[in-house]
């Protein structure tokens, strides 16, 4: 009789990596502050929404729509696809390899809590690559339009902090993924032009 055979052990998974202490003492910093100021509590509900406007991309979708019918179709397509690529970069691949929880949602005061929250890594945040990637590809095709369409991506990468679903770091490491795939994607598609409105 043959003896068996012992079968290897798998090998161990990758360990996450863990953001520097530095960098979640000033993320920490940052959300108290947000969560402390007074000024903000007018605009709760709105960010909230903003927040949850951004889900799945429909904001960025929706103004896509609105560029092509208003005779910015490759601004609204560079747009669009600069979007999806820095999302799927930013919650397939990079997330995978940070282990980072979320702000504690019951810190967060009670007027801008979003109804659910997600459950996965925080960084980096999702909505804040998918809103860089989309501003970033309209202003490469139009000048004009991404000055408009820059502040709301900056309202929506804000107001995953404000809404406590996000650490800073992870807004700006989200922001900084959609800008770098919007400008390789430059690369790969020469833009038509940069400046028009």
Not at 26 to 48: E, L
Not at 141 to 148: D, F, K, P, R, V
Request: cysteine-free.
């Amino acid at each position: 009789m043959r003896p068996a055979t012992l079968r290897q052990p798998d090998p161990a998974p990758r360990p996450a990596r863990i953001m520097p202490t530095w960098i979640r003492r000033v993320d920490r910093a940052v959300n108290r502050r947000i969560n402390a100021s007074r000024r903000w509590h007018a605009h709760d509900r709105g960010f909230s929404r903003l927040s949850h406007a951004a889900d799945r991309g429909a904001l960025w979708y929706a103004i896509a729509a609105a560029l092509a019918v208003f005779g910015r179709p490759r601004a609204a397509l560079r747009g669009v696809g600069s979007m999806i690529v820095a999302g799927v970069i930013s919650d397939v691949i990079v997330k995978r390899f940070f282990d980072g929880r979320r702000p504690v949602s019951g810190e967060v005061p009670v007027g801008r809590r979003l109804r659910w929250y997600p459950t996965t890594k925080s960084f980096p945040s999702g909505h804040s690559a998918s809103a860089a990637g989309f501003a970033a590809g309209v202003a490469l095709e139009s000048g004009g339009a991404g000055l408009i369409v820059a502040p709301v991506a900056a309202a929506v990468a804000y107001s995953r902090m404000h809404v406590g679903a996000h650490w800073l770091s992870d807004v700006i490491g989200g922001v900084a993924i959609g800008a770098v795939v919007a400008l390789l994607g430059r690369l790969t598609v020469p833009a038509r032009s940069h400046r028009g409105g």
